[in-house]
């Protein structure tokens, strides 16, 4: 795992030393600051994961994952709305993105966001649904705690040893979203800064 997120964090450094190595007297845009505030949490958040993924923490790793996966959906809404300067302000000032209209005239809701982006990226839909339903408590905690017993009507309850349960599939397919999430954000944020030069 930590190859994988020296990977990742190489990447967007170099994104990012790519972008100012070219800038000579480019302007810089407000717009920039976002791309820059979304590479610092998108590195933060990813080199967490080698503890998460070892201690196979199914609480802590599915909504950092939806988190990380939020990143790529606010750069997809740069790409959808008339003008991203004043989106770039909006975010800025703290305002609710969902209070932001694409170039169509429709909120910046998440489900807006990810149906435009599933288009792109078909995987966006149910990996958004999927890890969601980690965020706000659900069944999904329920059956690390709860799950069926070794006789007939009886069930097993377990609070802390829910990483003795969680299978290692699940772990398998956090993997490769984390890579897809990260290659997806690399990409639109160096196009992003190709755009803009």
């Known amino acids: 795992m930590e190859e994988l997120v020296d990977k990742i964090r190489k990447r967007y450094l170099d ?3 790519n972008h100012f ?3 000579d007297e480019t302007p810089m845009y407000t717009a920039d600051l976002v791309m820059f505030g979304i590479l610092d949490r998108q590195i933060g958040l990813v080199e967490s994961m080698p503890a ?3 201690s196979k923490n199914i609480h802590a790793l599915a909504p950092l994952l939806r988190i990380q ?4 959906l606010r750069l997809h809404a740069f790409r959808i709305v008339e003008n991203m300067g004043d ?3 909006h975010i800025i000032k703290g305002k609710s ?3 932001f209209k694409d170039r169509d005239g429709k ?3 998440d489900r807006h966001l990810v149906n435009t982006l599933k288009q792109e990226l078909p995987w966006v839909e149910s ?3 999927t890890l969601s339903g980690w965020v706000h408590f659900s069944e999904n905690h329920i059956l690390t705690a709860v799950s069926e017993g070794d006789g007939e009507r009886t069930i097993k309850v377990g609070v802390g040893c829910f990483r003795e349960e969680t299978p290692d599939e699940l772990f398998a397919e956090a993997k490769e979203a984390l890579i897809e999430i990260h290659a997806n954000t690399a990409n639109l944020i160096e196009s992003y800064f190709e755009r803009t030069k």
Do not use: P, Q, T, W
């Open 69 to 72: 996966l939020d990143s790529l």
């Open 107 to 109: 909120d910046l809701f």
């Open 127 to 129: 990996m958004y649904e």
């Open 15 to 17: 994104v990012f030393s």
């Open 21 to 23: 190595g070219n800038a």
């Open 97 to 99: 993105l969902r209070k």
């Open 52 to 54: 998460i993924f070892e």
């Open 87 to 89: 989106l770039a302000h």
